[in-house]
């Protein structure tokens, strides 16, 4: 929507249908939320293991082929839960619970507010402006 469509007209819903729509919305907020921190968790890790990939070739220039060899064959192939990598952690994060939870999301949305998301704040933002109108004229 761009700034010059009209806001869409707020369904008629009852104060546990509205609040209910919002819980599921900042749930949903969270939800991606959580997924970017793992993002960030996949990306660091990745850093980390190719610093120790690089500390491998040193370790083994330096003589030191014990080490270097306990970083090729048990470390840097591990996964960090149950031998799966992170990459794998972000795309069953993403396959098995975001995805869920958009599309119950939407689905509640399309069925209590006819696919209006932000209900509460689009009353808010209703009330607020409505308040300051009646406001302007009292002064």
Not at 100 to 120: N, P, Q, Y
Request: charged fraction near 30%.
């Amino acid at each position: 929507m761009s700034v010059d469509e009209p806001t869409p007209s707020v369904p008629d819903l009852t104060a546990d249908e509205r609040a209910a729509l919002h819980s599921i919305q900042l749930g949903i907020e969270h939800a991606h939320r959580a997924y970017a921190d793992l993002l960030g968790c996949h990306h660091r890790t990745g850093h980390a293991m190719d610093r120790f990939a690089e500390a491998e070739e040193l370790l083994r220039a330096a003589g030191h082929d014990a080490y270097a060899d306990e970083l090729r064959d048990r470390l840097l192939p591990a996964g960090v839960v149950e031998d799966r990598w992170t990459y794998e952690l972000v795309t069953a994060y993403r396959s098995n619970l975001l995805n869920e939870l958009d599309a119950f999301e939407t689905a509640v949305r399309e069925d209590v507010a006819d696919g209006v998301d932000h209900v509460a704040e689009r009353a808010q933002q209703r009330a607020w402006r409505e308040r300051a109108e009646s406001e302007k004229w009292t002064e």
